[in-house]
Nanobody
Framework: QVQLAESGGGLVQAGGSLRLSCAAS????????MGWFRRAPGKERSIVAA????????FYVDSVKGRFTISRDSAKNTVYLQMNSLKPEDTAVYYC????????????WGQGTQVTVSS
């Protein structure tokens, strides 16, 4: 099993920045990728960004490209999401996710951290 612990959410004004962190513990050698989902009020949960663990190849949903940066620190088993130029529509609960070799699903989920962007 793998446990994920998120931190870094909060309240920020539009145009501001936040950095989310997610530390993985447990059987982390199983992991092939990590990422972030979000659930905005009244909307379905959706992926925001992801990164492969071995080569750091990133993926971003179109709405955050150029504003968010995902990175990882393999030595610390930690993934980060740097969020710049935040918009009110980025308000959501952000969930850290981690996956094993089966790319059809995400195997582990964090409890979520609230990000609120005021206009």
């Amino acid at each position: 099993q793998v446990q994920l612990a998120e931190s870094g959410g909060g309240l920020v004004q539009a145009g501001g920045s936040l950095r989310l962190s997610c530390a993985a513990s447990g059987r982390t050698l199983m992991l092939h990728r990590m990422g972030w989902f979000r659930r905005a009020p009244g909307k379905e949960r959706s992926i925001v960004a992801a990164i492969t663990w071995n080569d750091g190849n990133p993926f971003y949903v179109d709405s955050v490209k150029g504003r968010f940066t995902i990175s990882r620190d393999s030595a610390k088993n930690t993934v980060y999401l740097q969020m710049n130029s935040l918009k009110p529509e980025d308000t959501a609960v952000y969930y850290c996710v981690a996956g094993n070799i089966d790319y059809s699903r995400w195997d582990y989920w964090g409890q979520g951290t609230q990000v609120t962007v005021s206009s």
